[in-house]
């Protein structure tokens, strides 16, 4: 895990994608329990906020979700590719549902992950939601604030922050295995799981159910040996439970309320701290 050289200043963009939980808007609560001068791991990514934040020296990010790390790799192996593909596509709910068609018909390129990135841009609430097939069928979300796009600058910003990092796909068990991280700070931001399953899920028909929450209990604890582990997660019993030693200042966060547009609310998260 090598570092980037890169260097933010006020101007630089803050991240490329929108992403459902993500804690962009909570940071300023959630780096007291961060360390980026070891080695900085994300297992469930998503838009990577703390990372394009501080842009670690040495990092390794994973998200299960293909599409979105085949998109980070397409930005930081052809950022101007990608732009132009991304650039030409017209902002409007008809062109929307055309590359959202597109998008679900072609297979892993570049262009593909300009479709992704763009869907991302103007889908309803940065959700990556899909159906029984798997095919990605958010709806058009920019009706009232259309974002402005990206310019080649931002691209090239985008791809050299991501030069340096290692980038997986894979469920963050056999990620973290494989990686046998040491003196590394390792930031853990699951998806809820809901016992009454969800109106409308935030990430991908494949839930995050109990059992993974069990799971990431057994992968934490065993790191946190030679590492310090930090989770956020859901006020639940289910979280409390499993973590209660480890348990530091709750923090609040927005959400959405079932995904839908309008109704935020707040509510308090859980941090579990281990190893050291
Ligand atoms: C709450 S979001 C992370 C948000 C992120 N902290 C940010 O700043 O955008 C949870 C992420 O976990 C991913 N995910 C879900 N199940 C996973 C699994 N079993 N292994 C790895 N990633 C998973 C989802 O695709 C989603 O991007």
Redesign the pocket.
């Known amino acids: 895990m090598e570092g980037s050289g890169v260097q933010r200043t006020t101007q630089s963009p803050r991240k490329i994608l929108k992403?459902?939980?993500?804690?962009?808007n909570v940071s300023s609560q959630l780096k007291q329990f961060l360390t980026f001068d070891r080695p900085y791991i994300?297992?469930?990514?998503?838009?990577?906020?703390?990372y394009f934040e501080r842009l670690p020296s040495k990092s390794a990010l994973?998200?299960?979700?293909s599409h979105?790390i085949d998109c980070y790799r397409s930005i930081r192996d052809d950022p101007l590719q990608v732009w132009k593909y991304y650039d030409e596509l017209e902002v409007s709910e008809e062109n929307y549902y055309k590359v959202r068609a597109n998008f679900n018909r072609i297979s892993k390129s570049h262009l593909k992950s300009s479709l992704f990135l763009f869907l991302n841009h103007y889908c309803f609430n940065g959700i990556?939601r899909t159906n029984k097939s798997g095919l990605f069928n958010t709806p058009y979300g920019a009706r009232e604030k259309v974002k402005k796009k990206f310019s080649t600058e931002d691209f090239k910003y985008f791809s050299a922050s991501l030069q340096t990092t290692e980038l997986h796909s894979e469920?963050?068990e056999s990620?973290l295995d494989n990686l046998a991280p040491t003196d590394s700070c390792i930031y853990m931001?699951?998806?809820y799981f809901t016992v009454e399953g969800r109106v409308f899920n935030e990430?991908?028909a494949?839930t995050?159910l109990a059992k993974?929450l069990a799971r990431l209990h057994t992968v934490a604890t065993k790191l946190a040996a030679d590492n310090i582990v930090v989770i956020s997660y859901k006020n639940c019993s289910e979280f409390r439970d499993l973590f209660e030693r480890y348990l530091a200042a709750p923090i609040t966060v927005t959400r959405n309320v079932g995904g839908f547009a309008g109704r935020r609310k707040s509510e308090t998260e859980l941090i579990a701290v281990l190893g050291g």
């Open positions: 992403w459902a939980g993500s804690k962009s994300e297992p469930f990514c998503g838009s990577a906020a703390f994973n998200d299960l979700n979105l990556y469920d963050f990620f931001d699951p998806p990430y991908d494949k995050f993974d």
